[in-house]
């Protein structure tokens, strides 16, 4: 297999600028890839007279179905646009998407909408990646078109500025306005000043035991009189930022660990700038993981750790628990994983903006700024879900004329973050793009590192609707390493909601099961279809299991260090998570 790898810092910076331009009147979408697949499929369709032949006679069966139900609204009884389809679509549930003529333009999209994505679908000869890519494409328009986001054929719409003589709409302007100036000032969006660090979010109480230039590690005060002895290390993802899970009282799990009785430190990554763009993934794994690891077994001496990574952050320990085990470095008590992938060949949704010329485009943009934006990463999600993530909350804020309230998760969501040029794409070529993790290639300290070195005991954690960590590739660890004491939890819920869910959560619910060396390996259809469901939080589970794996409860260690230079430097939150 020949490995791709980042371009070598020499390259043109001639075409960087013009790929750099380019991105930004593309909204950083490579054309080329688009364009390929385009061409991927106009000419197999051309090959292929079944599929025209197909496709006219379901054009040929929508157009009669949507002239008959034209013929019947216009009738005057009301008519949902929903009737008679197979998949009823939410957004014209509505009495009102009953009358006419929303009815028939409801029906007209629906039908339209169907027979577009029905094209580019199932062309023999189109590579999967490009079909997925067009679908991707025609989602994109089709959701922008959507009668039920435009005020000329929404009657929801229309009945609002009726009813507020237009009100809604000059509010919606003000909104609009207030949006512009925030995004072009580079301001955290409306209604995220209501979320004080310190005051409302992170407020677990703890201090700030060391600080180097890409880290503060923050260790949290016990709250009861004794601990289990094995302390844990959160390693969250650094593309954002530590507070996800330290988030209000009612779900914060750093709270919830001091609670139970454990000694918990956290890694802050520090928000990177445009000088700190030489920073590779060697760096972060020296840096971020190793440091914090020295830290807390000087803190708490003679003690394995327990460490926990959430989203990439997982995939870093991953990476740097493999390390330790070739270098026989035993400090690590367990591994847990939450929502991390290791394996990235099936790597989900986001592979649509994984592909060479995808990450060229990217990484000309990165080279430039010497960091990836946050706002990059934010764009991308959206187009992900853009009906619920985009289109929603326009239609609430410029033609509704109201703002919805912002909730724990949606102000951390907005406080983003940057990402180093060099990690970056080293992150995106050597895992996404090459699969070099699973694949025992990926480089630490100049030496390949094996996941199957990884001997401790581990709790992976996927979720069943994530988007960005598909429960089925966080799944796949299951094979790569060689824990004899290895248990996978799968709960509801998403990449974020689906981990920061509390411990109390009537909505939720999880299946768990363990196995050893000896027993064989389910594949994930299997394994879901013979594990029990259990309702309820995942978290006092995984507590359960972290508790059965530490030794007896002890005597809170001291905050920090001092003699061993691990001094408190300031209170929880710390510095680096206010950075912007």
């Not at 020296?286 to 807390?296: E, K």
Request: hydrophobic share 40%; with cysteine.
């Amino acid at each position: 297999m020949t490995t791709r790898k980042p371009p070598a810092p020499e390259a043109s910076q001639i075409d960087r600028e013009f790929r750099n331009q380019l991105g930004k009147m593309t909204a950083g979408l490579a054309p080329s890839a688009y364009a390929t697949a385009w061409a991927d499929w106009a000419t197999h369709f051309a090959l292929s007279p079944s599929k025209q032949i197909e496709l006219q006679q379901d054009a040929l069966k929508r157009a009669t179905d949507t002239w008959s139900f034209a013929a019947r609204a216009m009738l005057g009884q009301p008519l949902s646009p929903n009737d008679g389809l197979e998949q009823a679509d939410r957004r014209f549930a509505g009495d009102t998407w009953s009358q006419f003529p929303f009815n028939v333009y409801a029906r007209v999209y629906q039908q339209s909408s169907a027979l577009a994505r029905e094209a580019v679908r199932e062309v023999e000869g189109v590579s999967d990646y490009h079909s997925d890519l067009l679908d991707f494409s025609v989602r994109q328009v089709v959701d922008a078109t959507s009668p039920a986001n435009h005020l000329a054929t929404s009657p929801e719409l229309q009945a609002v500025t009726r009813d507020e003589h237009g009100a809604n709409l000059v509010r919606g302007v003000q909104n609009l306005m207030e949006d512009l100036r925030l995004t072009l000032s580079e301001q955290p969006a409306a209604g995220t000043e209501a979320f004080e660090l310190g005051k409302v979010l992170a407020t677990t109480p703890g201090k700030v035991v060391f600080r180097n230039e890409l880290i503060e590690l923050i260790q949290y005060s016990p709250t009861t009189p004794d601990v289990h002895a094995e302390p844990v290390l959160l390693v969250p993802a650094w593309i954002m930022k530590y507070y996800i899970l330290d988030l209000s009282a009612r779900n914060s799990l750093v709270r919830y660990l001091v609670e139970q009785g454990h000694t918990v430190f956290v890694v802050s990554w520090k928000n990177p700038g445009a000088e700190d763009r030489e920073l590779g993934m060697d760096d972060y794994l020296r840096l971020g993981l190793r440091a914090a690891l020295d830290a807390v077994t000087t803190i708490v001496p003679r003690r394995k750790v327990h460490a926990t990574g959430y989203c990439i952050g997982g995939t870093l320990l991953a990476i740097g628990a493999a390390a330790l085990a070739r270098d026989g470095d035993d400090r690590l008590a367990s591994v847990s994983l939450l929502a991390a992938q290791t394996d990235f060949s099936e790597p989900g949704e986001l592979a649509l903006f994984i592909n060479p010329s995808q990450l060229a485009m990217l990484e000309a943009t990165m080279h430039r700024d010497g960091v990836l934006k946050s706002s990059s990463m934010a764009g991308a999600f959206m187009m992900l879900r853009p009906q619920d993530l985009i289109w929603q909350p326009v239609v609430n804020s410029y033609l509704k004329g109201k703002r919805d309230p912002l909730i724990d998760l949606m102000a951390w969501n907005a406080d983003g973050t940057r990402m180093p040029w060099r990690m970056h794409s080293e992150y995106l070529y050597r895992l996404y793009l090459d699969n070099e993790l699973a694949t025992h290639r990926f480089p630490v300290d100049g030496q390949p590192v094996q996941l199957s070195q990884i001997r401790t005991p581990m709790f992976v954690v996927g979720t069943e609707t994530d988007h960005v960590a598909p429960w089925k590739s966080v799944y796949k660890i299951d094979n790569l390493v060689r824990s004899d004491d290895f248990s996978f939890l799968l709960t509801s819920g998403g990449h974020n909601a689906g981990i920061v869910c509390g411990p109390v959560h009537p909505k939720r619910h999880y299946r768990l099961r363990q196995r050893g060396l000896a027993d064989p390996h389910l594949a994930p259809e299997d394994w879901i279809s013979g594990t029990p469901t259990t309702a309820g939080s995942w978290w006092p589970a995984w507590q359960q299991w972290l508790a059965a794996h530490s030794s007896e409860r002890v005597a809170p260690p001291a905050m920090g260090a001092a003699k061993r230079g691990y001094r408190v430097l300031e209170d929880a939150p710390g510095s680096y998570v206010r950075q912007k």
